[in-house]
């Protein structure tokens, strides 16, 4: 395959995997079929298709790529010291269960729940999700798990930022949510001195 035929190629598969999520999130798992995905893309289903033969590749497979997109980009913006390191980190692991990821991955589970052929996919996908999560906070906070309550408190935290993602879904709860920010960055503060 030439460079611009991979290019574009390239380029087709981010569309349908954006557009997958933005359809989850927007529709639910229901409404969210190839076809739909496919014309938010604007590709044809054919092309949708060849890149991802099942609805369950293409869900699964946009729900990866969006959490190691955003993975990768909270690496790249959170602060490496400071005072408020500590409030960053924790406010942005809760950005990630606040958004248009969270929202879709949820539909996914949600589906997961009763559609047999998917349920391994999804477990196996949030458990990679999970793990990477789990070590991208623990790097972030400059956490050692080796201390007594680190490793439980560091699962706390992120156990927490999906409640507030749930809670969040139904309506804006952004007050409560920032002072329960605040107050677990001092909780970790405090466990991670």
Known sequence: MSAPKQDRSRAT????????????AEYGWAG?????VAERAGVSRGAAQHHFPTREDLFTAAVEYVAEERSAALRTLMPRGGPDRTRAVVGALVGLYTGPLFR?????????????????RVTDLEARVGRESHRMAVELLGADEGCPGVRETVQGLLDMARGLGLADLLTDDSARRERVVE????ILDGVLR
């Open 104 to 120: 879709a991955a949820l539909q996914l589970w949600a589906a997961a729940a009763h559609e047999e052929q998917l349920r391994p």
């Open 183 to 186: 107050q677990w960055a001092r």
């Open 32 to 36: 969210s079929t190839v076809a739909v």
């Open 13 to 24: 598969r981010q569309r349908l995997l954006e557009a997958a999520i933005a359809c989850l």
